[in-house]
């Protein structure tokens, strides 16, 4: 056992030592001046992560709330009495969707089947054929790990006069994401996936002349209405309810240290990650639910050798101070994910490397009716290529 747990999961993550030290400063007063800079100075680091070049157009509200809260704010705030458009091709894409069918009368679906790319002719016939003022869909469905298209979707909505919102709660801060080049009015994420801080703080970067537009509508919440946050960061540079204060301090300090890293560099650190990662479980055989090129940068999810359950995966990992996700939904019991975000070094990923093949082995020996003898001196993990396979193989 380690001295902690590795959290190779798409979030919580395991945080870096000066976010440990950021979480415990001094106590401030949310309507003291202390506060109103903490927030102005998150804002501008939130602008420079999204790399955006006309900042002036661009404002970012932060909310006491995990990612589910920044995207009910949108889905509750920019629709009105219109329609809105959800593209959902896993759990988050039907999480919008369920969202959006509490706040919005004229709620549309396009519903592809889990782990599918969206075919963007089917899209493209949609919008021309129906009136959507609103498209919604989720950056990276985690639930199968596919990285969803935003500059095709982004024209499309904006060639049909609709407004593009996105939910970005786990690709960002590890992937790139043009809001202007993308025409993204609105995009959401989360404190605790990719930017590597602790939970409990979502937030909406958006154009400056969208978030003023909000007020047209009638509000449909209270704690979480876009309008209302907006006013209170333009006019008071505060939030409108009390905020969870040393999250600010935490998440502050973790855009410095994206920052100064430099936002590139940073995702080309976590994409070199998830490549050794990737790389290793391919040389245990492993398949992998979706093709590479579909991927995020932050997990990747792993076809479970039929003869092995998930759960033993999992505890027996757990022993080693591993902690690993298991698939939901109509993937349950057939997958297993790995994510490569928060503090994980390459040692880290290493060790989880060698404790997978060491467990592999150990449960392939226990399924021993269905597998080949286990010679650990110098054996390697091999399993046919087939993904209708029945046994693991151990080859010396």
Same mark, same amino acid.
């Given at each position: 056992?380690?001295?902690?747990f590795?959290?190779?999961?798409?979030?919580?993550?395991?945080?870096?030592?000066?976010?440990?030290?950021?979480?415990?400063?001094?106590d401030?007063c949310?309507?003291?001046?202390?506060?109103?800079?903490l927030?102005?100075?998150?804002?501008?680091?939130?602008?420079?992560?999204?790399?955006?070049?006309?900042?002036?157009?661009?404002?970012?509200?932060?909310?006491?709330?995990?990612?589910?809260?920044?995207?009910?704010?949108?889905?509750?705030?920019v629709?009105?009495?219109?329609?809105?458009?959800?593209?959902?091709n896993?759990?988050?894409?039907?999480?919008?969707?369920?969202?959006?069918?509490?706040?919005?009368?004229?709620?549309?679906?396009?519903?592809?089947?889990?782990?599918?790319?969206?075919?963007?002719?089917?899209?493209?016939?949609?919008?021309?054929?129906?009136k959507?003022?609103?498209?919604?869909?989720?950056?990276?469905?985690?639930?199968?790990?596919?990285?969803?298209?935003?500059?095709?979707?982004?024209?499309?909505?904006k060639?049909n006069?609709?407004?593009f919102v996105?939910?970005?709660?786990?690709?960002v801060?590890?992937?790139?994401?043009?809001m202007?080049?993308?025409?993204?009015?609105?995009v959401?994420?989360?404190?605790?996936?990719?930017?590597?801080?602790?939970?409990?703080?979502?937030?909406?970067?958006?154009?400056k002349?969208?978030?003023?537009?909000?007020?047209?509508?009638?509000?449909?919440?209270?704690?979480?209405?876009l309008?209302? +946050?907006? =006013?209170? !960061? *333009?006019d008071?540079?505060? %939030?409108?309810?009390?905020? @969870?204060?040393? /999250?600010?301090?935490?998440?502050?300090?973790a855009?410095?240290?994206?920052l100064?890293?430099?936002?590139?560099?940073?995702f080309?650190?976590?994409?070199?990650?998830?490549?050794?990662?990737?790389d290793?479980?391919?040389?245990?055989?492993?398949?992998?639910?979706?093709?590479?090129?579909?991927?995020?940068?932050?997990?990747?999810?792993?076809?479970?050798?039929?003869s092995?359950?998930?759960?033993?995966?999992?505890?027996?990992?757990?022993?080693?101070?591993?902690?690993?996700?298991?698939?939901?939904?109509?993937?349950?019991?057939?997958?297993?994910?790995?994510?490569?975000?928060?503090?994980?070094?390459?040692?880290?990923?290493?060790? +989880?490397? =060698?404790? !997978? *093949?060491?467990?592999?082995? %150990?449960?392939?020996?226990? @399924?021993?009716? /269905?597998?080949?003898?286990v010679?650990?001196?110098?054996?390697?993990?091999?399993?046919?290529?087939?993904?209708?396979?029945?046994?693991?193989?151990?080859?010396?």
């Amino acid at each position: 056992m380690l001295d902690k747990f590795l959290l190779f999961t798409p979030g919580p993550v395991n945080v870096a030592e000066t976010l440990r030290l950021a979480i415990s400063k001094e106590d401030i007063c949310h309507r003291e001046p202390d506060f109103d800079a903490l927030l102005g100075s998150i804002e501008h680091k939130l602008i420079s992560l999204f790399q955006i070049r006309n900042r002036a157009r661009y404002r970012a509200v932060v909310i006491t709330g995990s990612g589910t809260a920044a995207n009910e704010a949108i889905l509750s705030s920019v629709v009105g009495k219109g329609a809105i458009l959800i593209l959902s091709n896993g759990e988050f894409g039907g999480r919008l969707h369920k969202i959006s069918l509490i706040h919005n009368k004229k709620t549309h679906l396009i519903n592809m089947p889990w782990g599918t790319p969206f075919d963007l002719t089917q899209i493209a016939t949609y919008l021309a054929t129906h009136k959507i003022d609103v498209v919604a869909m989720a950056h990276h469905e985690t639930c199968s790990g596919m990285l969803n298209p935003l500059a095709e979707i982004g024209a499309l909505a904006k060639a049909n006069g609709a407004l593009f919102v996105v939910d970005g709660v786990s690709s960002v801060g590890a992937e790139g994401i043009d809001m202007e080049a993308c025409n993204i009015a609105f995009v959401s994420s989360s404190s605790s996936k990719a930017i590597g801080s602790y939970p409990g703080l979502s937030f909406v970067v958006g154009r400056k002349k969208h978030f003023k537009r909000l007020k047209r509508h009638a509000a449909k919440t209270t704690y979480l209405n876009l309008a209302t +946050f907006y =006013a209170f !960061l *333009k006019d008071h540079s505060q %939030t409108p309810n009390t905020p @969870a204060v040393p /999250l600010f301090f935490a998440l502050e300090q973790a855009l410095i240290d994206i920052l100064r890293e430099g936002v590139t560099k940073r995702f080309a650190r976590i994409k070199a990650r998830a490549d050794l990662l990737r790389d290793g479980m391919r040389r245990l055989n492993l398949d992998f639910l979706i093709e590479e090129a579909d991927m995020c940068s932050i997990l990747t999810t792993v076809r479970m050798p039929p003869s092995m359950s998930v759960r033993d995966l999992r505890d027996r990992l757990r022993e080693k101070s591993i902690i690993i996700y298991e698939g939901k939904g109509c993937f349950a019991g057939k997958v297993f994910q790995v994510g490569n975000i928060g503090e994980l070094s390459d040692y880290d990923i290493r060790f +989880f490397l =060698a404790a !997978l *093949k060491d467990v592999l082995l %150990t449960l392939q020996a226990d @399924a021993a009716d /269905l597998v080949a003898p286990v010679r650990p001196m110098g054996a390697n993990l091999l399993m046919p290529p087939s993904s209708d396979r029945m046994q693991v193989k151990v080859v010396v």
